[in-house]
């Protein structure tokens, strides 16, 4: 669902593309739903999520979305009454970025979280005698070398639910 919702605005701009009703609504409801999601997820209060890692904060990860928001450009090559072979090219392509976003370890790259007013940041944990790289979704202007405890989302994904400074 993660990867689904990084598509969330995607989804409503396809929406406004198509001419059916039908696939209009459908497209603009889902991309709603999956704008919630990432809301609902992102949101949580501390006390719902407690923090369950300490982080140490390394830099900024946004320059990782600009590669990602080339998808972005569907809506602008779609047809507004696809026929059934365009319809399958863009479940194709949806299963093909699904695939490597799965396989990549792209999950900090959710264009949703930016349009929230939150960023992506690196950080690292330690794991037995060495550290992990891995990702950190704040609403929080955090300086490198700043410790952080975050709520583990995913092997490599942790959001701060810490309030803003």
Not at 72 to 88: K, R
Not at 106 to 135: C, H, S, W
Not at 139 to 163: M, N, T, Y
Request: hydrophobic share 50%; charged share 15%; glycine share 6%.
């Amino acid at each position: 669902m993660w990867f689904l919702s990084s598509y969330g605005p995607l989804w409503i701009m396809l929406g406004l593309r198509f001419s059916s009703h039908v696939a209009r609504i459908s497209l603009i409801a889902f991309g709603l739903a999956c704008i919630a999601y990432v809301v609902f997820i992102v949101s949580r209060s501390a006390d719902e999520r407690p923090s369950n890692a300490t982080l140490t904060i390394t830099g900024d990860a946004g320059a990782d979305v600009s590669g990602y928001l080339a998808a972005y450009l569907l809506p602008f090559l779609t047809v507004a009454e696809p026929s059934l072979t365009d319809v399958i090219a863009y479940v194709i392509f949806i299963l093909v970025a699904g695939f490597v976003y799965v396989r990549s370890g792209l999950m900090q790259i959710n264009p949703t979280v930016y349009l929230m007013g939150r960023r992506v940041l690196r950080a690292t944990v330690p794991v037995r005698d060495t550290t992990k790289e891995v990702f950190v979704i704040s609403r929080r202007e955090l300086r490198v070398a700043a410790p952080l405890q975050a709520e583990r989302f995913s092997d490599r994904v942790f959001i701060d639910h810490g309030a803003t400074d």
